[in-house]
């Protein structure tokens, strides 16, 4: 016989999932945008490396944590909410995460030795352009799961103002060349916080 307290959804791999998710993020927004030049892109890994190895791996790890927490908590929720926008909302999450993992798998190539294989200048260019583009389509996935999702759960109007809030500061840190650190980190902070909060808010 199952136990009630069984059906509840796992809460503890959301939160968990959430907090290295975000503290990967804040790690990567304090490293300084890389330079142009392919030559200057090769110092710049090699002087970041281990703040971009700690975000790199907290990041790969948040990936499975994350992913069965959103899938538990919005299937507890499935019913209550309008099936179409529900779909989109999860299929939003679930591309980001899975696009994260593609984020620390490229980032691993670019800060680990691989049998010993170096990377010219530039192709260390070329990954590093890779991974901030990859993880721009994931933040903007990320933007909009936050907004759909957050519409459409009812605790209150306050949640969909946070909703909406944080997912243009999420659009906003998508363009980390073009935004200072301080919006980058903003939305690291804000996406772990949403998280946080969703676990607790019911439809």
């Given amino acids: 016989m199952v136990?009630?307290?069984?059906?509840?959804?796992?809460?503890?791999p959301l939160a968990v999932g959430a907090v290295l998710l975000g503290v990967s993020q804040i790690v990567f927004a304090l490293v300084p945008v890389p330079p142009s030049q392919p030559s200057d892109v090769l110092r710049w890994a090699?002087?970041?490396?281990?703040?971009?190895?700690v975000s790199?791996?907290?990041?790969?790890?948040?990936?499975?944590?994350l992913l069965a927490g959103i899938v538990s908590v919005l299937m507890r929720d499935a019913d209550a909410l309008p099936r179409a926008w529900y779909h989109v909302g999860l299929a939003a999450f679930v591309l980001a995460v899975v696009?994260?993992?593609?984020?620390?798998?490229t980032q691993g190539r670019l800060l680990y030795p691989i049998f010993g294989i170096a990377l010219t200048p530039d192709s260390v260019a070329l990954m590093t352009s890779l991974v901030y583009s990859i993880m721009h389509a994931a933040v903007l996935l990320f933007a909009a799961?936050?907004?759909?999702?957050?519409?459409?759960?009812?605790?209150?109007?306050?949640?969909r103002a946070w909703s909406l809030g944080v997912g243009v500061l999420l659009i906003l840190s998508s363009f980390p060349w073009l935004t200072p650190a301080w919006i980058n980190v903003s939305a690291g902070a804000s996406l772990m916080g949403w998280f946080l909060t969703l676990q607790r808010t019911s439809v």
């Fill in 3 to 12: 136990k009630d307290s069984d059906r509840r959804p796992a809460q503890w």
């Fill in 46 to 53: 090699e002087e970041h490396r281990l703040a971009m190895q």
């Fill in 56 to 65: 790199s791996e907290l990041l790969m790890f948040s990936s499975p944590l």
């Fill in 99 to 105: 696009v994260n993992a593609v984020t620390a798998v």
């Fill in 145 to 159: 799961g936050v907004i759909i999702t957050g519409f459409q759960r009812r605790p209150g109007k306050m949640f």
